[in-house]
């Protein structure tokens, strides 16, 4: 248990809803990230904050993805008007701004099925 | 921008073999390079890096990782695998920079340890 902690671990949702997740980062870990990870691939990097402002954004992240963190504690990454092609296991990771270089603590991720 | 190549995309060995997981990478800039390991229904966890100083560097659970920058390598080894080393292994780099701590992902080495 790294202690960043994902729900819910698994949706199955029709095409055309909306789903949510929500990361619980390690509670003095300032930095959050969002990866996205399909079959076959490694995570792609979708989003991270410091704190509660959001500093990057990737090309990956359409405009049917939002991701926030409104208090800069918990995260939550929302999904729009699902596709087949969303299905993946979305992944949160945390870090302390000033800690040990790209040891990024993970969650267990929460995977994501569109039918 | 940083690339991270894998080169197998499954390695069967059987028990207590040595195992070789190839990485290479690509940068226009230094980098620093990573080796994570998802254990099946687990979140990734670090394994070993390397920053600077002696290019062999030792990690946990026995894997060690030699960086060659002629060759911009960073393969993982191990000695002697048991059956709990059966895992997804996955190689990143991140520029840093770039202060992000954005890790950048192979697309991962599946290692089944057989008896």
């Known amino acids: 248990d790294t202690g960043v902690s994902q729900n819910p671990r698994h949706k199955i949702t029709k095409r055309g809803q909306n789903v949510t997740f929500r990361c619980d980062p390690i509670s003095e870990h300032n930095r959050l990230y969002w990866y996205r990870q399909t079959l076959g691939q490694g995570p792609e990097f979708l989003t991270y904050f410091q704190n509660e402002a959001q500093l990057e954004k990737s090309r990956l992240l359409s405009d049917r993805f939002s991701a926030e963190r409104p208090k800069g504690s918990f995260s939550t990454l929302e999904i729009q008007r699902t596709e087949q092609g969303d299905s993946a296991m979305y992944l949160c990771a945390s870090f302390l701004r000033g800690g040990n270089t790209g040891e990024l603590f993970f969650g267990e991720g929460s995977r994501l099925t569109v039918l | 921008a940083q690339s991270v190549t894998q080169l197998d995309s499954q390695v069967p060995v059987f028990e207590e073999a040595p195992v070789e997981l190839r990485c290479n990478y690509s940068?226009?800039?230094?980098?620093?390079l990573f080796w994570y390991v998802q254990y099946p229904n687990q979140g990734l966890q670090l394994l070993l890096k390397?920053?600077?100083?002696?290019?062999l560097v030792k990690g946990i659970n026995g894997f060690e990782a030699e960086f060659n920058k002629s060759q911009t390598s960073f393969h993982l080894r191990k000695p002697s695998v048991h059956i709990s080393d059966t895992a997804e292994y996955f190689c990143?780099?991140?520029?840093?920079?770039?202060?992000?701590?954005?890790?950048?992902f192979g697309k991962g080495t599946k290692l089944t340890v057989n008896p």
């Open positions: 990143a780099v991140v520029n840093p920079q770039g202060g992000s701590e954005k890790l950048v």
């Open positions: 940068s226009s800039v230094s980098v620093y």
């Open positions: 390397y920053l600077s100083g002696s290019t």
